[in-house]
């Protein structure tokens, strides 16, 4: 096909025209949950089907360039947050292509956007810089929001037949329950500590289980720190000024106290990229006013510290322990805690396709992760989460799906979860709307699915 026009090779995709087809795409630009600017997409289909998505923002901390580039516009307007260049191109340039193509191709749908469109690559493949992820991203979900319309099938299930998996599997939710705030004069270095609901025979009882224990952790830190203690940040977890095995002993004692022991295990988002010095070593004090870097550690050193903790307290998964490029400490405590310990390399690997298999086999020849976190706002399309799903179960690995830090109110990440048979889902706090909004989806999934329903519980490590 080489020479040949984007527009010749487009109609070679089209179907039958007694198919209901794609009969037009509009973009505009919205906000998320903070105010930041992201994209939504309105697509018809000629049978009068809408299919609308807006698109999370990936606000947070993992980019770089081995991550999908967004089309960001750079001006004054929006803290050069905006994305009118990225609706520019869905409007004008992807929507003209895709015109008159069948929804439910959305392999073809994606490769032409991905390769022919998009075309732009760097060391690890498309970047998609030339459009902007956000721009083709959001068209290919609002694509596979329409094909599963127009086949009149629910969206988890367009999702599962596209991957040809067999097995629909609801998730273990991850609830935030405290969190680091970035000011000075807190004291806790780590990110975030989590709580899930293992045990649970059904998703509908391991909300009723993480609530209950979120509920607890919030009257285990009034009654042992004062009701002003109770603070809640934007991410959903209560703030506090304790250091990280004081966390762990807060959350311990209210799982007990919920009668959830070993039913309801424990997450920490660590996120360390924060606090390693220019030195390479981890300075735990690095928020504290007066700091002496009396807890300045080595990677080693702080390596140490997490096995410590994983034989102390029930904890289950561990993200983000060292900063993305020291990769030997990665693998070292992979190597030691693996077996009962999902490790997750959320910043190392942003998602992407191609920085996989580098985990998978890393300069140690040892795993540097068994852990996938797929964000939806990190991927391509549609047919790039299929694919990086897919390529991290081969390797046995675990996958968590995970909505990222800039929200919006569209539940898509719910049905991909489910479809996809992820096993588990972290959308944080499940009191604030953008997040409410994905458990009451699958919620409903699961009211579905019926007497089919599964939960993943203990195996959602394995599925």
Known sequence: MEGISWRIHARLFRGNRNVVTIRSINARQVFDKRGNPTIQVDLTCSDDTLSTFVLPVSSGVSTGIDKDLESRDGRSDCLVK??????????????PALIDMDPTQQTDID???????????????????????????????????????????????????????????????????INRVSHAGNKLATQEFNILPVESSNFKLAMQQGIQTHETVHGV?????????VQVCDEGGFTLNIKEKECLELLKSAIDESEYTGSVLIGMDVAPYAFR????????????????????????????????????????????RFDKDDLEPYAKLTEEVRDHVLIDGDVPLVSFLKRVPMAIESKSNTEICNCLMLKVSQMGSVTGCIKTVKMAKEHFWGVIACPGSGETEDTFIADLCVGLSMGQIKVGNPFSDPRLVIHLRLKKI????GSESLYAGWNFRHW
Not at 82 to 95: E, T
Not at 121 to 128: F, I, R, Y
Not at 221 to 229: D, T
Not at 280 to 296: C, G, I, R, T
């Open 82 to 95: 905006g994305v009118s260049k990225a609706v520019d191109n869905v409007n004008n340039i992807i929507a």
């Open 111 to 177: 490769n032409l956007m991905v390769q022919l469109l998009g075309g732009s690559v760097n060391e690890w493949g498309s970047c998609k810089e030339k459009l902007g992820a956000n721009a083709i991203l959001a068209v290919s979900i609002a694509v596979c929001k329409a094909g599963a319309s127009v086949l009149k099938i629910p969206l988890y299930k367009h999702i599962a037949n596209l991957a040809g998996n067999p097995r629909i599997v609801l998730p273990v939710p991850s609830f935030t329950v």
């Open 221 to 229: 830190i009034a009654m042992k720190y004062g009701n002003k203690a």
């Open 277 to 320: 010095n220019e030195d390479k070593a981890y300075d735990l004090k690095f928020k504290e006013d007066n700091n002496d870097v009396s807890q300045k550690i080595s990677r080693d050193a702080l390596k140490d510290l997490y096995t410590s903790f994983v034989k102390e307290y029930p904890i289950v998964l561990i993200e983000d």
């Open 446 to 449: 699961e009211i579905e699915l």
